[in-house]
């Protein structure tokens, strides 16, 4: 065997012998353990419902099971936390809205960073904000409340789900606007706040939808839409645009996060699955009986869009001058 020959044989071993290798790279990340996803509010809000609904889906593609973890608390500095300092391997992922990294660095000091810690994978959910109240509020829309809220000075109270969410920034940025002052009042989530709204123990919440059952029920009031345009299913609810007011022009987040250092190919592995079953017929139907705007985005356009959010939030905390007590 001449020397050109014998070279050219043992570069094709060479290259044979690496295919297993190759091939085992190119394989789609396969998680070998369960999933766990952390999520930033109680039960029975939009974020509780939405990742509940895709987890079958997820799991079933993935090949194992998807654990859904409940952390409230502190705007999502809990959950936050706990993914933040989580290994980046994909088997631990946060479920939560943007306010976690474009508003707490501005309000709460944390012991993690959240913007440098945590990535995004994909948005999931944009939800309208909303006024609602208790069934016998004097009001009926956005004039009548106005009207009413000038003539009862400091004496009423909005409650949200949280110091700094993104309801709570409405509500301030509601009061500069109308020229009151309300007394705010934090949950840990929406889903207790409409619990107290129908027991009688606070006038209003602004809300991101979780209070439409009841409104449908005729046990709370909606009064107005804190966006663009006005809710489908109820056509006849104004917005807080139409009765004269600036700034609320743009819809809530959710989106689902992983520990910066996560691989790529894991972060896209996973966005192409939640994209999959976000874009289910079952799961679009579920959306649209709640008023939510489903987004599925691509992991860049997610994480154009948080950077967005994060400048946005930021200009609006500095001009309102909200800080936490």
Not at 153 to 165: C, D, N, Q, R, W
Not at 298 to 317: F, K, M, N, T, Y
Request: glycine share 8%.
């Amino acid at each position: 065997m001449n020397v050109g020959r014998r070279t050219l044989v043992i570069v094709g071993a060479a290259l044979a012998s690496l295919q297993p290798v190759l091939s085992v790279a190119q394989q789609p990340w396969q998680p070998a353990r369960p999933i766990h996803v952390l999520v930033s509010f109680p039960t029975g809000g939009h974020l509780d419902f939405i990742v509940r609904a895709i987890a079958p889906q997820l799991s079933e593609a993935l090949g194992q099971p998807v654990v859904v973890d409940n952390r409230p608390g502190a705007n999502g500095n809990v959950a936050g936390a706990l993914a933040a300092k989580a290994a980046p391997d994909g088997l631990t992922l946060l479920a939560t809205s943007a306010d976690t990294v474009a508003v707490n660095p501005h309000l709460y000091r944390a012991d993690f960073d959240a913007v440098k810690d945590l990535v995004p994978i994909a948005q999931l959910i944009g939800l309208p904000l909303m006024i609602v109240a208790r069934a016998d509020f004097p009001a009926s829309d956005a004039k009548t409340l106005i009207a009413h809220l000038k003539s009862n000075p400091k004496t009423l109270g909005y409650a949200t789900p949280g110091i700094g969410s993104s309801l709570h920034l409405v509500g301030e940025v509601f009061q500069r606007e109308v020229g009151v002052k309300l007394n705010h009042v934090p949950y840990k989530g929406l889903a207790p706040a409409i619990a107290d709204l129908l027991g009688g123990h606070v006038d209003l919440v602004f809300d991101a939808g979780v209070g439409l059952p009841q409104v449908r029920e005729g046990r709370i009031k909606l009064l107005t839409v804190a966006a663009r345009e006005r809710l489908p299913e109820f056509p006849n609810v104004g917005t807080l645009r139409e009765a004269g007011l600036a700034g609320f022009e743009r819809d809530a987040s959710f989106l689902l996060m992983a520990p910066a250092g996560t691989p790529a190919p894991i972060i896209e592995r996973i966005n192409a699955e939640v994209v999959r079953a976000m874009r289910a017929d079952t799961i679009q139907a579920q959306l649209r009986a709640r008023n939510l705007r489903s987004i599925a985005n691509s992991v860049p356009d997610a994480r154009r869009a948080l950077q967005d959010e994060i400048e946005g939030q930021a200009r609006v905390i500095r001009e309102v001058g909200i800080r936490v007590e």
